[in-house]
């Protein structure tokens, strides 16, 4: 966390609107695209990124600056994705716009069908399960940031991430890809 984040986070503690929009700004664009992993749809991504940043001003008393505020508004994001979604609901795969950078046709093909693929796969896992992968695989948290966000043991997040790339190896391996 900089100098300048801190000093935004404390001020808007103190009841700083201003501050608290520049942290939207800073946020928005990591936790909408979170929210659309989880999610799998772009409407459904930006409501719950909404409510997110709802959420964290209501609750913002009760965020401890020891901590990351970044971790703690993602497990706001990991909640709102539960409650707006609910546990069962079906998700439908990320479509194939979401896949970035230039490449040649026949590579971007191939990615886009790849990364397709992957998709349907991470949206059959379990909700827990999808959540330790997309953290650690797509955001690269920690061990320790992980069960700090979602509020397990370190134990806990290791046995789901290992349960979540088996089922996710099979689901792979189901749909045709092979592990090189």
Same mark, same amino acid.
């Given at each position: 966390?900089?100098?300048?984040?801190?000093?935004?986070?404390?001020?808007?503690?103190?009841?700083?609107?201003?501050?608290?929009?520049?942290?939207?700004?800073?946020?928005?664009?990591?936790?909408?695209?979170?929210?659309?992993?989880?999610?799998?749809?772009?409407?459904?991504?930006?409501?719950?990124?909404?409510?997110?940043?709802?959420?964290?001003?209501?609750?913002?008393?009760?965020?401890?600056?020891?901590?990351?505020?970044?971790?703690?508004?993602?497990?706001?994001?990991?909640?709102?994705?539960?409650?707006?979604?609910?546990?069962?609901?079906?998700?439908?795969?990320?479509?194939?716009?979401?896949?970035?950078?230039?490449?040649?046709?026949?590579?971007?093909?191939?990615? *886009? !069908?790849?990364?397709?693929?992957?998709?349907?796969?991470?949206?059959?896992?379990? =909700?827990? &399960? @999808?959540?330790?992968?997309? %953290?650690?695989?797509?955001?690269?948290?920690?061990?320790?940031?992980? *069960? !700090?966000?979602?509020?397990?043991?370190?134990?806990?997040?290791?046995?789901?991430? =290992?349960? &979540? @790339?088996?089922?996710?190896? %099979?689901?792979?391996?189901?749909?045709?890809?092979?592990?090189?």
């Amino acid at each position: 966390m900089n100098v300048d984040e801190k000093r935004l986070i404390h001020l808007a503690l103190e009841g700083d609107s201003e501050a608290f929009g520049a942290l939207i700004d800073l946020y928005q664009e990591p936790i909408f695209n979170s929210a659309l992993r989880f999610a799998g749809d772009y409407d459904d991504a930006a409501d719950i990124t909404q409510t997110v940043f709802l959420r964290a001003y209501e609750k913002l008393g009760t965020y401890k600056p020891e901590y990351r505020f970044f971790s703690w508004i993602y497990k706001i994001m990991v909640n709102e994705s539960l409650n707006h979604l609910g546990r069962q609901k079906a998700l439908e795969p990320l479509s194939a716009t979401m896949v970035s950078g230039i490449t040649l046709p026949d590579q971007a093909c191939y990615e *886009s !069908e790849l990364q397709e693929t992957i998709d349907r796969a991470l949206m059959e896992l379990p =909700f827990h &399960a @999808r959540t330790v992968i997309v %953290l650690r695989h797509f955001m690269s948290f920690s061990y320790a940031e992980i *069960s !700090e966000t979602i509020g397990i043991p370190i134990k806990t997040v290791k046995s789901r991430l =290992f349960d &979540a @790339r088996q089922k996710l190896g %099979l689901t792979l391996g189901e749909q045709g890809l092979k592990r090189q």
